[in-house]
């Protein structure tokens, strides 16, 4: 099902059309966007998204959104849903109308099922391929406006790049910069597990902050693993205790194999981990 709000309150017709095909979200890509994973009608991670939609509009020069009503949205779509226990809840923020002279922007909250293939991937992981990206990990600094780092709805060079893994017999995809550095997944980030730390890059080098990384970390360092935030090299994922990737809906994913070779079994791993993650939310 879908369930369909807007930052009023309101619920709408998630069938009929609202999108004005003028819209700049639509023609150019102008926009901004997050997804955050509803369980047992409770938001995960919700005003870490909030934060970062904000963050990633003002890197488009986008005005500042209306947080509150975003959250109000969540809230409407959350009590109207009538599906499963998980919902994918969908913020999205355009610049609005192409010409529009009060630069009135486009925002609203769709939530929707879960993907079975995402369901699927949490409990068997994924196969996947590294692709480059590019550009170097200090390209963000010098170039901002190629908004690296920030999560726009412009994702067609994500969605090409899964496409190419699906080519070359994976599911997903691991970034690298032209130095053979790790960024991020087109969905995900990444992370390694080694001798009871965790790894991740810095966001400094033009990826995405993750809301599910950062809850992951927060709880290892509870359960008494270490965390490190720092480069790494795409040819230290081979020599870890497992690679991860980590996002809102595929919550913490087991990657078994990496450029067609199969790495460590990593189950016990995933398991711990898994529910160092959902241990955030318990009780």
């Known amino acids: 099902m879908r369930v369909l709000a807007f930052l009023d309150g309101s619920l709408a017709d998630s069938g009929a059309a609202?999108?004005?095909?003028?819209d700049?979200?639509?023609l150019r890509g102008d926009g901004v966007f997050e997804t955050i994973l509803v369980a047992d009608k409770k938001p995960r991670e919700l005003r870490?998204?909030?934060d970062r939609l904000a963050r990633s509009a003002a890197m488009l020069d986008l005005p500042a959104p209306d947080l509150a009503g975003f959250e109000r949205a969540a809230r409407a779509v959350i009590d109207g849903w009538q599906g499963g226990r998980e919902i994918a809840l969908k913020l999205v923020y355009t610049r609005g109308v192409d010409g529009d002279p009060a630069g009135t922007p486009t925002a609203f909250a769709l939530g929707v099922e879960v993907d079975a293939k995402v369901l699927r991937a949490r409990e068997d992981g994924v196969s996947v391929v590294t692709l480059e990206r590019g550009f170097g990990p200090d390209v963000a600094e010098h170039a901002p406006w190629l908004l690296l780092g920030s999560k726009s709805i412009s994702y067609a060079v994500n969605?090409?790049?899964?496409?190419e893994a699906a080519r070359r017999g994976a599911q997903d995809v691991i970034f690298t910069a032209t130095d053979g550095s790790?960024?991020?997944g087109p969905t995900s980030t990444v992370i390694l597990a080694k001798d009871r730390t965790l790894y991740t890059p810095p966001s400094t080098i033009g990826i995405l902050p993750g809301t599910t990384q950062y809850a992951?970390?927060?709880?290892?360092?509870?359960?008494?693993w270490n965390v490190k935030v720092e480069p790494l090299a795409a040819t230290d994922l081979a020599r870890g205790d497992g690679v991860f990737l980590a996002s809102s809906v595929r919550l913490v994913t087991r990657v078994h194999t990496l450029d067609g070779v199969a790495l460590p079994d990593s189950t016990a791993v995933h398991q711990e981990l898994a529910a160092i993650y959902e241990s955030e939310y318990s009780g």
Do not use: T
């Not at 609202?18 to 003028?22: E, K, N, P, S, T």
């Not at 969605?159 to 496409?163: C, G, H, S």
């Not at 992951?216 to 008494?224: N, S, T």
């Open 182 to 184: 790790v960024l991020e």
């Open 24 to 26: 700049l979200g639509l």
């Open 18 to 22: 609202h999108l004005r095909v003028d």
């Open 216 to 224: 992951l970390f927060r709880g290892a360092e509870k359960a008494g």
């Open 48 to 50: 870490p998204h909030l």
């Open 159 to 163: 969605m090409a790049a899964l496409r």
